[in-house]
């Protein structure tokens, strides 16, 4: 079944070469050991945050008067969705220590020297945006703990010299934590962080793939 | 022909980009708004009597959301036709001070900060003298100001 499906487009679109030579039958280099799995887990946690949050938005306010009731529906009346909010709570927390641990496996190993430099920058954009999906998730629970994690971290932000008091106000929308920081947080963290990271990803996966894996030496 | 097509797309371009801006800046640099808000005169006693809790209640506006504030002062006639009235909330993490009228000190049931009959900060963790709301008299109605002021003015900080 699968099989005449796949045939029917490779007949009009040509992809069997392809998909075969370049994504199938990429062989992996000699000698790698299970710490090069730390991207892999990262980017499969990300698929599971990326399917338990499209789903979550079915439910979620990103209102100060409805936040918490919403999430609050979410995990306690929903069907599952103390599951799906649990999944999205520990894949969040897990993508954080993966991240580390796949830079700190590349680092050791030297992976991000020439001619791979352009990768390792396009991961530490991509470290730089977990950190952001994490500081804007937070606050989406609009319980106490939420409210005065940001409101702590936007005031960090406040201490820059010079362009801090811009940045606290921009990030926060006003001078005060409230209903507009609430809303740019939930458009930041499923609209413009989301669609950043997956082109920085794709990016990041093309070239690994144009360079191969870096071997231990 | 090339040329044309960069100036088109180049103004484009820079045309939305610099309103997707303004807009994602948005309202975050505007000035909070500040009200004058009546007192009830007969809770104000003379200043023998020492300070008197009030309530300040208004609206504010937060984006889309109007709520309604509270703010506790303690406020005082000086003289008939000057009251001056300052903030509770305590300058360290913002609980509510209380008026000891035996002691004539202002104290905060949280860190034990002491502050004078002025405000100042006489022991404790406050960093700072109790704020003040602007305030004053007018056709005998006592106004008080919805924004805070440092201890002698604004210029004082």
Same mark, same amino acid.
């Given at each position: 079944?699968f099989?005449?499906?796949?045939?029917?487009?490779?007949?009009?679109?040509?992809?069997?070469?392809?998909?075969?030579?370049?994504i199938?039958?990429?062989?992996?280099?000699?000698?790698?050991?299970?710490?090069?799995?730390?991207?892999?887990?990262?980017?499969?946690?990300?698929?599971?945050?990326?399917?338990?949050?499209?789903?979550?938005?079915?439910?979620y306010?990103?209102?100060?008067?409805?936040?918490?009731?919403?999430?609050?529906?979410?995990?306690?009346?929903? /069907?599952?969705?103390?599951?799906?909010?649990?999944?999205?709570?520990?894949?969040?927390?897990?993508?954080?220590?993966?991240?580390?641990?796949?830079?700190?496996?590349?680092?050791?190993?030297?992976?991000?020297?020439?001619?791979?430099?352009?990768?390792?920058?396009?991961?530490?954009?991509?470290?730089?945006?977990?950190?952001?999906?994490g500081?804007?998730?937070?606050?989406?629970?609009?319980?106490?703990?939420?409210?005065?994690?940001?409101?702590?971290?936007?005031?960090?932000?406040?201490?820059?010299?010079?362009?801090?008091?811009?940045?606290?106000?921009?990030?926060?929308?006003?001078?005060?934590?409230?209903?507009?920081?609430?809303?740019?947080?939930?458009?930041l963290?499923?609209i413009?962080?989301?669609?950043?990271?997956?082109?920085?990803?794709?990016g990041?996966?093309?070239?690994?793939?144009?360079?191969?894996? /870096?071997?231990?030496? | 022909?090339?040329?044309? *097509?960069?100036?088109?797309?180049?103004?484009?371009?820079?045309?939305?980009?610099?309103?997707?801006a303004r807009?994602?800046?948005?309202?975050?640099?505007?000035?909070?708004?500040?009200? @004058?808000?009546?007192?009830?005169?007969?809770?104000?006693?003379?200043?023998?009597?020492?300070?008197?809790?009030?309530? =300040?209640?208004?609206?504010?506006?937060?984006?889309? =959301?109007?709520?309604?504030?509270?703010? =506790?002062?303690?406020?005082?006639k000086?003289?008939?036709?000057?009251?001056?009235?300052?903030?509770?909330?305590?300058?360290?993490?913002?609980?509510i001070?209380? @008026?000891?009228?035996?002691? #004539? *000190?202002?104290?905060?049931?949280?860190?034990?900060?002491?502050?004078?009959?002025?405000?100042?900060? *006489?022991?404790?963790?406050?960093?700072?003298?109790?704020?003040?709301?602007?305030?004053? *008299?007018? #056709?005998?109605?006592? =106004?008080?100001?919805?924004?805070?002021?440092?201890?002698g003015?604004?210029?004082?900080?």
């Amino acid at each position: 079944m699968f099989k005449r499906i796949y045939y029917w487009m490779d007949q009009r679109l040509d992809i069997h070469d392809y998909v075969k030579k370049d994504i199938l039958d990429k062989p992996i280099p000699k000698g790698l050991n299970l710490t090069y799995c730390f991207g892999g887990i990262t980017f499969f946690l990300f698929l599971m945050l990326a399917a338990t949050g499209f789903f979550m938005a079915i439910y979620y306010i990103p209102s100060p008067l409805q936040a918490y009731d919403s999430v609050d529906y979410i995990t306690y009346e929903v /069907s599952m969705g103390y599951i799906i909010r649990g999944i999205h709570h520990w894949s969040a927390n897990l993508m954080i220590v993966t991240i580390f641990l796949h830079m700190i496996r590349v680092y050791i190993y030297g992976a991000y020297k020439k001619p791979r430099e352009i990768n390792w920058i396009t991961g530490v954009m991509l470290f730089c945006l977990v950190m952001a999906f994490g500081f804007t998730g937070y606050l989406l629970p609009w319980d106490q703990k939420a409210f005065w994690a940001t409101q702590v971290g936007t005031s960090i932000m406040g201490t820059v010299p010079v362009v801090g008091e811009y940045a606290l106000k921009i990030t926060r929308g006003g001078s005060k934590l409230g209903a507009l920081t609430l809303a740019r947080f939930y458009a930041l963290h499923v609209i413009f962080l989301p669609i950043i990271t997956v082109c920085l990803l794709i990016g990041h996966f093309l070239m690994i793939r144009r360079q191969g894996i /870096s071997t231990p030496l | 022909m090339e040329i044309g *097509i960069y100036t088109i797309s180049g103004a484009i371009a820079s045309v939305s980009g610099v309103a997707l801006a303004r807009f994602a800046v948005g309202p975050s640099f505007n000035k909070e708004k500040s009200k @004058w808000i009546e007192v009830e005169m007969e809770d104000v006693q003379n200043e023998s009597n020492g300070f008197t809790r009030v309530v =300040l209640e208004y609206e504010t506006k937060d984006g889309w =959301l109007t709520s309604i504030e509270r703010r =506790l002062a303690y406020i005082k006639k000086v003289k008939e036709t000057e009251v001056i009235a300052i903030s509770a909330d305590c300058t360290h993490l913002g609980c509510i001070v209380t @008026w000891n009228e035996d002691q #004539e *000190i202002f104290k905060c049931p949280c860190h034990d900060g002491r502050y004078d009959s002025e405000g100042r900060v *006489i022991s404790g963790p406050p960093p700072a003298p109790l704020k003040r709301h602007p305030a004053k *008299i007018e #056709e005998g109605k006592i =106004l008080l100001n919805t924004r805070l002021i440092p201890l002698g003015g604004e210029k004082s900080v």
